[in-house]
DNA sequence: ACTAAATGTTACAGTTTTATAACAGTCAAT
DNA sequence: ATTGACTGTTATAAAACTGTAACATTTAGT
């Protein structure tokens, strides 16, 4: 789940710096030089938060928050002001519009990633969208725990097991690929040999012998594998 | 049940009178000459109401509240500002920014009295009681009076071990990354290396050890930690 | 039954993650 | 100034995890 953020900055020198920390802080990153582009951006692609440069061309930080608080849809994206010092006037006006945060510039970038931390921590109390348990059967998978249990006992699963089955559990009845289960489960953007995955097969198998439940597990010849409960 | 007051003002004279009035009214109170200075007491001990002068050296009002509604554990606590006169301007930013009531300077201490009182009703509306102790088996944390007791038996904990503590046992079973623990037990705004929340667990758990408890703090490899009776 | 391909299993070396201890700076109380 | 408690950082040790390769077994097709 990669978050995205808009960035509305006039200052090119600025916006630069500010794609660069946030993409070292591993966040995606759209950039935009005043309102109008940004409410643009916004049209094609709507981002988790949005920067806003307070003193922009054009469409000024109010205005901006304004309109997007209009939109239905993007009512409820966060904003962070970027205010220069002594502008508090502003900052409160911007508080008021409906901005969630501001940093004072000049800033640093963890100051920064904290705030981003924070107001998107703010914005999504509900997080991880939903379900806190997955369950198969009496085999019970906790998300926010980070717990996998039979009938109360634990199972210990190492962290790549535990992403694997859970993985599964969310997609059962269905057979993957190893090609499919190293994009899934471990990324797409690292080089692994295939049988790698049946090594990891076979350790979350004996993982769940003592259960029984390690026959949910099925190799699928010629394909791959697959979890269901059903032989 | 005291009730704590922190009073968070420069002016030497003026903070005294009111320590000095609150007292009379069966108030604790804790006193702080700067915004920085009642961050640091909130760090310590959460009172059930804030008095903030509004003028400030260094972090101001709107600042200092900021900051507070940034932590969870702060967030609830009710703040009254103190205003001078004629600063209407900053009234209106104050409650715009999260401050619960005002007092106009100079007041009487019934009137800051009857304030005070009204905003207590308002914010605690379940309280008479509230929770006041934590307790997770034979494990009690003492919020008020800030201790930690197994079997009657005092543990000590510094400052942190404590928030520490407090944290986990008021979510338990639930596995939070370091950066999350920093966030949520610290604070966002400061920046710490994620590696000091390893010597911190390690603190926690050895102040447990005698007691037996030092295994409800868990490693979920890879995650975080985790703090749950169930091994 | 024989063969080739696919999968199961195991051991291991390298890497990553966590535990622990020692250190230095801060702050308040004395 | 001095002490002592507390905090954050860092270095090193210990433990856990990972990917690979080598070998064993099963499977399907002949």
Redesign the interface.
């Known amino acids: 789940m990669t978050t995205t953020i808009l960035v509305v900055e006039d200052d090119v020198a600025i916006r630069d710096m500010l794609c660069f920390s946030l993409k070292q802080m591993g966040y995606t990153c759209i950039a935009a030089g005043d309102g109008e582009q940004g409410l643009d951006c916004l049209k094609i692609q709507q981002p988790d938060l949005i920067l806003l440069d307070w003193m922009l061309p054009g469409i000024d930080g109010i205005e901006f928050i304004r309109r997007l608080r209009a939109n239905e849809f993007l009512a409820n994206i966060p904003v962070i002001m970027l205010t220069a010092k002594g502008e508090?006037e502003d900052?409160?006006k911007g508080?008021?519009v409906g901005a969630d945060?501001y940093v004072n510039k000049p800033f640093?970038p963890?100051?920064l990633?904290?705030?981003i931390?924070?107001v998107l921590?703010?914005c999504n109390p509900t997080e991880s969208d939903g379900k806190q348990t997955i369950e198969c059967d009496k085999l019970v998978l906790?998300t926010?725990?980070?717990r996998v249990t039979v009938d109360g006992e634990?199972i210990d699963l190492?962290?790549t097991e535990?992403r694997l089955l859970h993985f599964f559990m969310k997609n059962t009845d269905r057979a993957y690929s190893r090609g499919q289960l190293l994009d899934y489960v471990w990324g797409d953007t690292v080089y692994i040999e295939e049988r790698t995955v049946d090594v990891h097969i076979r350790r979350l198998r004996k993982a769940l012998e003592p259960s029984g439940y390690d026959n949910f597990v099925q190799t699928v010849r010629g394909v791959g594998y697959r979890f269901s409960a059903e032989m």
Do not use: M, T, W, Y
Request: cysteine-free.
């Open positions: 508090s900052l409160v508080l008021s945060d640093s963890p100051e990633g904290a705030r931390k924070a921590r703010r906790d926010k725990s980070h634990r190492g962290p535990f």
